[in-house]
């Protein structure tokens, strides 16, 4: 597994797994807990060691449940959560106990990636919160803090007010929408980018050019778009419920595209 260093000098793995929908009816995210973890159970099995969970998801019980019964050490791995400021702020004390729960839920006395998971409209408030986040940094309860879903002038926000630097920006980049100009923002301030949905968007005349360039190297359509991006450095955590596809997305470290592999697929 390909490690990225972060500016705070942690490492992560390139390639993740998302959750939200982990251990849920239906594999909806509404869904109701099914009360097992086997999505996590198959991801431990298959190599995985970077889990992206998040409080918004409902669901951080199965991550924590599915890693603590694991077997491996707990340091081995490199967990996320975000803090769901869906609708904004609320208080400081609701901040320390939803931190509480997560911790309590995640089944660990660390968090190594905490973020921010949506910018909201009052910047002294995103300012706040983000030196809150410091505070846990500070003590060792997070490894590493961060935000999803900020725009370069929420980037801006705490890059000025902060002194933390956020180690991630967690968005959305994907086949069709691949925000270069945010990634390039991310890098010029040395912010690594998490890409969220990383298999979205793939329409069939791009899945036909994905397809085409993958039968070269044996590999599917998917593990072309998931390795155009590590290969920019993008961290990409892919999700799947079917535990074959949950293996094949780590299997992309055995070979290189070519330029003129990438000059096809970013003009996708």
Do not use: C
Request: proline residues 2%; aromatic residues 10%; charged residues 30%.
């Amino acid at each position: 597994m390909k490690l990225i260093e972060l500016n705070n000098e942690l490492e992560i793995p390139v390639v993740g797994t998302g959750t939200n929908t982990y251990g849920k009816k239906g594999n909806e995210f509404k869904g109701e807990l099914r009360g097992d973890t086997d999505e996590v159970d198959w991801a431990v099995g298959n190599g995985y060691r970077h889990f992206d969970a998040a409080q918004i998801y409902a669901n951080e019980e199965v991550v924590g449940k599915g890693l603590n019964q694991s077997g491996v050490k707990r340091e081995d791995y490199f967990i996320t959560t975000k803090l769901n400021t869906n609708e904004g702020y609320v208080s400081r004390d609701w901040i320390d106990a939803e931190i509480n729960k997560s911790l309590e839920k995640l089944q660990t006395d660390y968090i190594d990636l905490f973020l921010i998971h949506f910018p909201w409209d009052n910047s002294d408030e995103i300012v706040e919160v983000w030196h809150v986040l410091e505070e846990y940094y500070n003590r060792g309860v997070f490894k590493s803090i961060g935000v999803s879903n900020f725009e370069e002038k929420h980037l801006d926000l705490i890059l000025q007010n902060g002194t933390v630097k956020p180690v991630v920006n967690q968005i959305e980049s994907h086949v069709g929408k691949w925000n270069d100009a945010l990634i390039d923002y991310n890098k010029s301030n040395d912010i690594a980018t998490v890409a969220w949905s990383p298999l979205a968007g793939i329409e069939d005349d791009a899945k036909e050019v994905l397809e085409e360039i993958g039968e070269r190297y044996g590999k599917t359509y998917a593990q072309i778009v998931l390795r155009y991006q590590i290969e920019r450095d993008v961290i990409v955590i892919p999700k799947s419920h079917n535990k074959e596809r949950q293996a094949q997305s780590l299997n992309i470290f055995d070979f290189e595209l070519t330029a003129d592999d990438r000059d096809r697929i970013a003009s996708l």
